[in-house]
């Protein structure tokens, strides 16, 4: 059976599998690509300021095991629903390989670890391993008519987001964007209809704590890490 | 460092490398994905005929050893300038890992082999190994407007393909439009100009042996195999 190694690594604002956005491209925050020896050359990157998007393929390293389960439940589904792990694009899957699109934001040959590419839109835990990364090519690979089956549309079940004025001076003005869009987007795991619940989970330099009443989430403490 | 193992194999009308479409969906043939033990069950797919398009990740299983090289020198450029192996799809690369999108034509489960998939557009090796079968996502996988660097439209170069009346007779009517598609798509190894040269490739039950001459792809023989 084939051995991949890692090609480069991905550096994101997202430490831990919570709160990450469950596809690439829905939150625009900017992530860093370095690359391990031997691809560590200009050379390996060589005419990709020509592309705009790229392909990742990168491992889900926080599932040490792979899942031996053929059905998974998608939150989009409520977490009740058993589908096909080949039917959702789960973390839980046979080789742990996942797959995102992310925007080429700029080429770095400068610094100590150069080249560095920096993209924008990662679905990605802080560190992962990469194995290989491919331009993305609009001819082949851009189909906007696919039909999305039960994924449907992402957008149409957002949490309307409130950060009450003494919190959200805990965090920088400029990140607040990006927070709001995280939090509506709905980061746990499954629906679950506890208003008193409290969630808490990690982005960039931050501990957000949380709470969701119908489509409504407030934020209740935000804490620099 | 991870071992990936295939989760099915996919069979193609493509015996051997050369004549392969350069990308997937360029060509309509229909090509089968059959699972292998423990995923060739029902459950592994439950859901999936909600899209209509697939993520293939397989491997360039005819590279037996992995490319040190980090540049390839992309046929679209003439086969002489050298671009940097992650800024290309070029078959040799670190992890020998490919990834296609193809069309969902229907699935089976009466056969022997159930579940099976039938699928349009593969630009693969028969007989490939896969390592990850993902449901195509339009709000995050498709980005029409992307920029396609020096890949530029595929489309634009084609041949004409001329199939004199004595051998087009050789090949059942049926399989001659997508013989041509093929040609059409110079499946040349690089852009060579050498008009007496004769090409020989496999497709489907039929060798098909073929000149160039600026523009113009004149076939000279088919043979069925």
């Not at 889900?60 to 058993?82: D, H, M, W, Y």
């Amino acid at each position: 059976m084939p051995e991949i190694t890692p090609v480069a690594h991905i550096y994101t604002l997202f430490p831990t599998k919570f709160g990450i956005p469950r596809q690439s491209g829905l939150v625009d925050t900017i992530s860093k690509i370095v690359f391990t020896s031997p691809f560590r050359s200009p050379d390996a990157i060589r005419g990709i300021e020509g592309y705009s998007h790229l392909w990742l393929i990168w491992e889900f390293s926080e599932n040490k095991e792979k899942s031996a389960s053929l059905t998974v439940r998608p939150p989009r589904l409520g977490g009740n629903a058993r589908m096909g792990v080949f039917a959702t694009r789960s973390p839980f899957r046979p080789n742990n390989l996942g797959l995102s699109c992310v925007e080429i934001e700029r080429t770095d040959y400068d610094c100590t670890e150069a080249p560095v590419i920096y993209v924008k839109g990662a679905d990605i835990l802080d560190g992962t391993p990469i194995f290989d990364i491919k331009p993305y090519l609009p001819y082949t690979d851009a189909h906007p008519d696919a039909e999305s089956g039960f994924s449907g549309d992402v957008f149409s079940n957002c949490l309307e987001v409130i950060i009450p004025g003494d919190i959200i001076n805990e965090a920088k003005p400029s990140d607040i964007p990006v927070i709001k869009e995280i939090l509506s987007q709905d980061p746990r795991p499954h629906y679950q209809n506890d208003p008193e619940r409290i969630y808490s989970f990690e982005f960039s330099r931050y501990r957000i704590k949380f709470r969701v009443s119908e489509s409504i989430l407030t934020v209740v403490q935000i804490n620099s890490l």
